[in-house]
């Protein structure tokens, strides 16, 4: 079973910046290969649904999703360790939330790590 591990959230100030950590295990053993799979960010805002914000593709190329955050986000993947890394930069109240990795599709979601954005 493939399970998904999100770390580095916390509180920022408005305007900060943050980067996220996806840690990843058994995608060998559901054979599953990481390197070939494409993976994703999401975020659930309270009271909002679950979004998708921005995903890598198996040959690194990201693609942003959420238009909210186009230009100031940035995926990165870390095929040698089964990683994914979400940079956030000039980060706004709005992005307060609880930020999930996966793949995509989505399989079972992890606890997250919640970003609050105040000052």
């Known amino acids: ?3 998904f591990v999100e770390s580095g959230g916390g509180l920022v100030q408005p305007g ?3 980067k ?3 840690t990843t295990s058994g995608f ?3 054979e599953i290969t990481f390197s070939q799979t494409t993976m994703t960010w999401w975020r659930q805002a309270p009271g909002k649904e679950r979004e998708l914000l921005m995903l890598i593709d198996s ?3 990201g693609e942003t999703i959420g238009e909210s955050v186009k230009g100031r986000f940035t995926i990165a993947r870390d095929n040698g360790k089964e990683m994914i890394y979400l940079q956030m930069n000039d980060l706004e109240p ?3 939330a609880v930020y999930y ?3 995509f599709p989505p399989l079972d ?3 997250g790590t919640r970003v609050t954005v105040s000052s």
């Open 59 to 61: 040959s690194g190329v």
């Open 101 to 103: 990795c996966n793949t």
């Open 109 to 111: 979601w992890g606890q």
């Open 16 to 18: 900060e910046s943050m």
């Open 20 to 22: 996220l950590s996806c």
């Open 28 to 30: 060998t053993a559901s």
């Open 1 to 3: 079973q493939v399970q």
């Open 94 to 96: 709005a992005g307060t």
